[in-house]
């Protein structure tokens, strides 16, 4: 069998949605968007508040750990990152979950609820101090899963990432852009 032309079993993270999920480059929530003082580290898509979240591809959990709080920034709710080595080889980070359904070590499948979807900004917190994309978010204070795709392990603990924002002027050197990934899934659950 030639292994060059088998295709891993794939799943789109968000089962449910069905409506046009990934952004433009340059739009609210699109990868490497500029906010300015930070770049977007992933893919924003929008669904309702616990929401199941599935695993793309078969992998293991590398990580579960919480992404944002608002011990961190003030205006930030509680939530958690799930980072997954899939068996093809690149790493996926689901953030801004509400909470996950996985543990660090366990094998997982495409198509298994790893977690439901979060919401990442506490609304009576964001005030004037607040960056200009977030003000703008706070009368509509959208859940979302917040999805970064890696060619090797992500960061996660580094001076200029935090909450799925980098904020050094150079991309992370393994950070991919994830939309074309989730676009060719979309595109092939439609067929």
């Not at 929008?46 to 959990?61: F, L, Q, S, T």
């Not at 003030?74 to 509400?98: A, D, P, Q």
Request: net charge negative; glycine share 8%; hydrophobic share 30%.
């Amino acid at each position: 069998m030639n292994l060059f032309i088998i295709k891993w079993m794939r799943a789109f993270p968000l089962p449910e949605k069905t409506e046009k999920l990934l952004r433009e480059n340059g739009e609210s929530g699109s990868f490497w968007e500029d906010r300015k003082d930070r770049h977007h580290c992933g893919i924003d898509l929008y669904a309702p508040e616990d929401e199941p979240v599935i695993a793309i591809e078969d992998g293991e959990v590398i990580d579960v750990d919480i992404m944002t709080s608002p011990e961190m920034i003030s205006y930030w709710n509680e939530t958690y990152h799930i980072i997954i080595r899939n068996h093809s080889g690149l790493f996926c980070k689901y953030g801004e979950l509400g909470s996950p359904n996985v543990k660090t070590g366990d094998t997982v499948e495409a198509g298994q609820v790893i977690g439901h979807v979060g919401t990442v900004l506490n609304n009576k917190k964001i005030d004037g101090n607040a960056p200009e994309y977030i003000q703008k978010l706070k009368d509509n204070n959208p859940s979302m899963l917040h999805f970064e795709l890696w060619e090797g392990e992500p960061v996660v603990e580094d001076r200029n990432y935090l909450g799925g924002n980098w904020f050094g002027e150079v991309r992370p050197e393994k950070l991919l852009d994830p939309t074309e990934y989730l676009r060719d899934i979309q595109s092939s659950k439609n067929k």
